[in-house]
């Protein structure tokens, strides 16, 4: 099961540090993502990081959020600076089981996820 907290209000330029909690299973197994949908949007893929700590980005927040994992706490982490409005959505985190090597962007192959966390940018 995942958790995802630490979303809220926030001006546009600011910073937000979202959390995302695993219990059960071997979470240092796990290849972890987030997601993002905004209202009358597709979810989209915002970030990711692999079993060996490597994190991959989507074009829209390289540069500003950054990913980080604690496998003995068993956490996630999106850190998320340079706010922009259209940063505005819901976030969920998500896990799938993968090898070393491997590196997921779709929705569609992630088997577990989190209830999502609003976070609102204004301008």
């Known amino acids: 099961q995942l958790q995802a907290y630490g979303g809220g209000p926030v001006q546009a330029g600011g910073s937000l540090r979202l959390s995302c909690a695993a219990s059960?299973?071997?979470?240092?197994?796990?290849?972890m993502g987030w997601f993002r949908q905004a209202p009358g949007k597709e979810r989209e893929f915002v970030a990711a990081?692999?079993?060996?700590?490597?994190?991959y980005y989507a074009d829209s927040v390289k540069g500003r959020f950054t990913i980080s994992r604690d496998n003995a706490k068993k956490l996630v982490y999106l850190q998320m600076d340079s706010l922009k409005p259209e940063d505005t959505a819901v976030y969920y985190c998500?896990?799938?089981?993968?090898?070393?090597?491997?590196?997921?962007?779709?929705?569609?192959?992630?088997?577990?996820w989190g209830q999502g966390t609003l976070v609102t940018v204004s301008s």
């Open positions: 998500a896990a799938k089981p993968a090898i070393l090597t491997a590196i997921y962007y779709s929705p569609s192959d992630y088997g577990s």
């Open positions: 059960g299973g071997t979470f240092s197994r796990l290849f």
């Open positions: 990081i692999s079993r060996s700590g490597s994190g």
